[in-house]
């Protein structure tokens, strides 16, 4: 029976620390499982604008020996009004997994629920999984440990994809998660994460600090509102230094320098988002392959 990778917790946790064991041997030896899946293909559809998603996944698909096939919406009869459903029984037919990056989560869960082959989540409006797993990996090889029992801090829109996939993330790996933003931006599921209006509770003993830009795609028509809303938190030093010393800083990229994040943070010493960039590609082919069929 096909597995898709919609939310954190479509993989249990021994399921996912298998993949993150799987990504650790890739990204040690660049040669390891080469071409693991020659003659098989991968669909990416990408209905949003992407560069590290999209590359990473790319790479990654080429590295396993399958065959990369990028669709964007105008690229394709989505454009044109083709069901979602539709586009998954055509592609599943052709392709042995699917990659979608797309707006609403109807449209994921269309996708998954109408394709043969395995769906990845590879951003919604709800959540973005893969990322997430991504960065549990950077956090853990970063600070050398396993994630189990350290604080993260989320600082801005507690209310994003990326801050609902770390809400799940947090009650698999079984981390403190606290999140500090605005009131009126807080997501609809807490799960087990603490929510507050002050950045400093939530940063008090963090080992991680992530954020993420105040808008995303999609919400343009915000901008102006959303830059009001957030006046007062960017990530700057005289924040971060309420964290942990030790404390590294995260962000997904792209980001708006000087309005979540300064340019001194993300280009200093704690920053880790170049790391974060690079192991999309190692434990994103991990999870292809896993989907695909391979266990430890």
């Known amino acids: 029976m096909k597995r898709d990778y919609l939310k954190m917790t479509d993989l249990t946790l021994g399921e996912s620390r298998s993949v993150l064991d799987l990504a650790r041997t890739m990204k040690r ?21 992407s560069t590290r998603t999209r590359v990473s996944f790319e790479v990654g698909a080429a590295q396993l020996g399958m065959h990369p096939v990028i669709l964007t919406t105008q690229g394709s009869q989505l454009a044109r009004g083709e069901p979602v459903a539709d586009t998954a029984r055509v592609l599943s037919r052709y392709v042995d997994i699917l990659v979608f990056r797309t707006s609403s989560t109807d449209r994921l869960d269309q996708m998954a629920k109408h394709s043969r082959a395995p769906v990845i989540n590879a951003l919604s409006d709800d959540g973005h999984p893969v990322q997430v797993l991504c960065d549990v990996f950077t956090i853990e090889e970063r600070l050398g440990k396993p994630i189990q029992g350290m604080n993260v801090a989320w600082i801005g829109d507690g209310s994003s994809n990326m801050a609902r996939s770390f809400v799940e993330a947090a009650s698999l790996f079984g981390f403190q ?9 807080v997501s609809p599921d807490r799960g087990a994460a603490h929510f507050t209006t002050e950045a400093r509770e939530a940063l008090l003993g963090a080992d991680v600090v992530c954020t ?5 795609m999609g919400q343009e028509g915000e901008n102006e509102k959303r830059l009001r809303d957030f006046d007062g938190w960017t990530l700057d030093e005289t924040m971060l230094a309420h964290a942990k010393p030790s404390a590294i800083v995260m962000h997904c990229l792209p980001a708006h320098r000087g309005e979540e994040i300064t340019d001194d943070v993300i280009e200093g010493p704690r920053s880790v988002v170049w790391d974060q960039a ?16 391979w266990r430890p």
């Open 278 to 293: 690079e192991n999309r590609l190692h434990v994103q082919k991990a999870l292809m392959a896993f989907l695909l069929g």
């Open 29 to 49: 030896d660049r040669t390891a499982h080469l071409g693991m899946h020659r003659g098989k293909s991968a669909g990416i559809l990408m209905e949003k604008a």
């Open 177 to 185: 998660l606290r999140v500090a933003g605005p009131a009126s931006y």
């Open 212 to 216: 993420d830009v105040w808008t995303s």
